[in-house]
Structures are given as C-alpha cells and as structure tokens.
C-alpha cells in the first residue's frame, strides 16, 4: 500500500530519530549508508520533509538533520502524505476516477474497510511512537 518512496521516507526519519540530537545531527550520505537508500534519492526526500518542517536540518560544517520534539509528534500520515500526496491512500486501488462509496469498483468491496483502518492507523501513530517500540525492544529499525 505504500509507494517506495514512502517506506524509504519512514526508515529514514526513524533512522534520524533513533540516532540524532540538535547535537548530534546526521547527514545524508550517513542515513543513505546505513539504510541503503540511494544518497540522491534520500537527500530529494529529506528535502521534501524538511520543506514541510516534518524533519529539521541545518546546513554548513555541523549541519545535518535531526528531529525536535514537535517533528517527533508528526503522524506516519503526514509523512506518506507529503511524499506521495494526500490522495494516494485514498484513490482507487485500479486506479479508476469514479470509484468511491457510492460508487464501487469490482474490488472496493475487498479492500475499502481495510484501507480506511491503514489510513486511520497512520493518522494516529506518530513518529515517536515507533521509536518509542524500537527502543523497547517492541520493534527494531530494519538497518
């Protein structure tokens, strides 16, 4: 259900929540090293991220990305949604304009109500709350 894009976005923003600090900021080419996201694929993300305060940065010779605590408050949602746009969860899974409640397509049946519960789980989960499962032990970051 997420593109790509998407997942790379959520690893490496937990990867600079896991191991970063207004002092301690990373760059790029570290996250790209140690996520295996393509560096210039990764920086273009960040970018994004950072355009919509999601992610804070700052450049020069300490500079590098890092989290506060209002970006750790940031939903799973808001991240899919700057990276993807605000109607790729929500679209038709054919692909079809004219497909909605009202009007379903042949599979909106199979997969409506399981899409609206992601949806509402990405909403509601925050970027603190994985790293709050990772640090537990409850989860650990796939790097």
Known sequence: MLSNSSKYAINAVLY???????????????ISRETQIPQAYLSKL?????????????????????????NRGVSLL??????DGDNRLTSCMLGLHACDH???CAVHHLVGD????FVENLEKTTVQDLVSDIKSGKSFLGI
């Open 16 to 30: 600079v929540a896991v191991n970063s600090s207004i002092e301690n900021k990373i760059l790029a080419k570290d």
């Open 46 to 70: 960040m970018q994004e991220l950072t355009r919509h305060n999601l992610i804070s940065s700052v450049r020069g010779p300490n500079g590098g990305f890092y989290l506060t605590d209002e």
């Open 78 to 83: 808001q991240i899919v949604n700057v990276i």
């Open 102 to 104: 009202q009007h379903p």
């Open 114 to 117: 399981t899409k609206t519960r």
